[in-house]
């Protein structure tokens, strides 16, 4: 039985992640990925069965750190959830926020393939599609904090959803211009004073 040279995988995928940040998913070239760490393109179908396999793979670890926050988040259960917990899940200061820019910017290039160069692969419709996991996840907290009478304003699934899209955008958008941390610090401080979700949704605390 053949042993595949694994010491091929790491070159392949940073040469992969250069050319899709380059050109995008669909310009790229398979054979220019391939010349850029002098393997053959069969070298790449042993590993993968085409340029989308590839694709998923240089941003499989982006991903899964994603789905990994998602899953935390849903992990409360709302029904022995604390109060202080429910209300506490609206609470958005700068710390919080720039601990989502500090993830995000540890996986800046993942990221930005999602956001900018994945058209024609699984991931075309990953803006949209990261804001609906976000609001199932999210909703659910919503609903049994107003459940509770914890706040006032009575928001459907569908209105939460467009509320996250214009949140996101302002997370999206610094990474689709190139912002670096110096100036993703600025601007946490402009997406801070934008949303108050406790006013939003007229949650019964002090600001």
């Given at each position: 039985?053949?042993?595949?040279?694994?010491?091929?995988?790491q070159p392949i995928?940073?040469?992969?992640?250069?050319?899709?940040?380059?050109?995008?998913?669909?310009?790229?070239?398979?054979?220019?990925?391939?010349?850029?760490?002098?393997?053959?393109?069969?070298?790449?179908?042993?590993?993968?069965?085409?340029?989308?396999?590839?694709?998923?793979?240089?941003?499989?670890?982006?991903?899964?750190?994603?789905?990994?926050?998602?899953?935390?988040?849903?992990?409360?259960?709302?029904?022995?959830?604390?109060?202080?917990?429910?209300?506490?899940?609206?609470?958005?200061?700068?710390?919080?926020?720039?601990?989502?820019?500090?993830?995000?910017?540890?996986?800046?290039?993942?990221?930005?393939?999602?956001?900018?160069?994945?058209?024609?692969?699984?991931?075309?419709?990953?803006?949209?599609?990261?804001?609906?996991?976000?609001?199932?996840?999210?909703?659910?907290?919503?609903?049994?904090?107003?459940?509770?009478?914890?706040?006032?304003?009575?928001?459907?699934?569908?209105?939460?959803?467009?509320?996250?899209?214009?949140?996101?955008?302002t997370i999206y958008?610094?990474?689709?211009?190139?912002?670096?941390?110096?100036?993703?610090?600025?601007?946490?401080?402009?997406?801070?004073?934008?949303?108050?979700?406790?006013?939003?949704?007229?949650?019964?605390?002090?600001?």
């Amino acid at each position: 039985m053949a042993i595949r040279d694994h010491s091929l995988d790491q070159p392949i995928l940073e040469s992969a992640k250069r050319e899709f940040l380059s050109k995008g998913f669909e310009k790229a070239s398979l054979k220019e990925i391939c010349e850029a760490v002098n393997v053959t393109t069969g070298a790449v179908y042993k590993r993968y069965r085409g340029k989308e396999e590839l694709f998923a793979a240089v941003v499989a670890d982006t991903v899964a750190d994603l789905e990994e926050v998602i899953r935390q988040k849903s992990s409360l259960d709302m029904e022995t959830a604390s109060d202080e917990e429910l209300i506490k899940a609206w609470e958005m200061d700068e710390a919080y926020m720039m601990w989502w820019f500090r993830f995000l910017y540890d996986r800046y290039d993942g990221f930005v393939l999602l956001l900018k160069y994945a058209e024609g692969t699984r991931y075309s419709d990953f803006q949209h599609d990261w804001v609906e996991k976000m609001t199932e996840a999210t909703y659910k907290f919503y609903e049994e904090g107003y459940r509770r009478r914890l706040c006032t304003v009575f928001v459907t699934r569908g209105e939460m959803h467009i509320l996250l899209t214009a949140f996101w955008a302002t997370i999206y958008e610094p990474f689709i211009h190139g912002y670096q941390l110096e100036q993703l610090e600025n601007h946490c401080k402009l997406v801070c004073n934008l949303f108050n979700w406790y006013q939003t949704l007229g949650f019964l605390v002090k600001d």
